[in-house]
């Protein structure tokens, strides 16, 4: 069974930094690309990043480009995203999500990570 | 980057009426797009992706259609179950974009 459990989440300053984790497991990690999605409270889904299973091309969205890191860890099966220069517009749940039986369409998702910014 | 249009943004029916979501592109996406259902406090879960394959264990009654610019989910008969938000997603070209929603709800 594919399980997906972000954590990192928590109240932070405008400005400040934070890192989430997303711990994988049931399915290979490391052949699989991951994504970042996130929910801002009462709002829809907003695709934030994407990196593929080595790691080598990673994607962004242009809202969070050039503030926002996603990594992996494959011998941890753990995925990542350092998130820095963080502003208000950037509270929302953070999702991981994963595609392991439908192509590359994201069919597993964690349970979310609530990020806060705000003074 | 391709914007994702649905409507309407709000549904009203009934059990057992028929549901018709759309979601437009901006630009082609051929066929890859997908649609997702999402309730209060949960993840989303895929419903169909390639616009028309349900995703597995996914119910009968939910059907897509659509390519190029186009796309329609459509659920048959309405069970209580599936008043829910319902977002598209396109995974044509980067960035990934989603549609704005359109929440369906009990009438």
């Known amino acids: 069974e594919v399980q997906l459990v972000e954590s990192g989440g928590s109240l932070v300053q405008p400005g400040g930094s934070l890192r989430l984790s997303c711990a994988a497991s049931g399915f290979t990690f490391s052949t699989y690309s991951m994504s970042w999605v996130r929910q801002a409270p009462g709002k829809g889904l907003e695709w934030v990043s994407s990196?593929?299973?080595?790691?080598?091309?990673?994607y962004y969205a242009d809202s969070v480009k050039g503030r926002f890191t996603i990594s992996r860890d494959n011998s941890k099966s753990t995925l990542y995203l350092q998130m820095s220069s963080l502003r208000a517009e950037d509270t929302a749940v953070y999702y991981c999500?994963?595609?392991?039986?439908?192509?590359?369409?994201?069919?597993?998702w964690g349970q979310g990570t609530l990020v806060t910014v705000s003074s | 980057e391709i914007v994702l249009t649905q409507s309407p943004a709000t549904l009203s029916l009934s059990p057992g009426e028929r549901a018709t979501l759309s979601c437009r592109a901006s630009q082609s996406v051929s066929s890859y797009l997908a649609w997702y259902q999402q309730k209060p406090g949960q993840a989303p879960r895929l419903l169909i992706y390639d616009a028309s394959s349900r995703a597995t264990g996914i119910p009968a009654r939910f059907s897509g259609s659509g390519s190029g610019t186009d796309f329609t989910l459509t659920i048959s008969s309405l069970e209580p179950e599936d008043f829910a938000v319902y977002y598209c997603q396109q995974r044509s070209s980067w960035p990934r974009t989603f549609g704005q929603g359109t929440r369906l709800q009990i009438k």
């Open positions: 999500a994963v595609g392991v039986s439908h192509g590359k369409y994201r069919d597993n």
């Open positions: 990196i593929s299973g080595s790691g080598g091309s990673t």
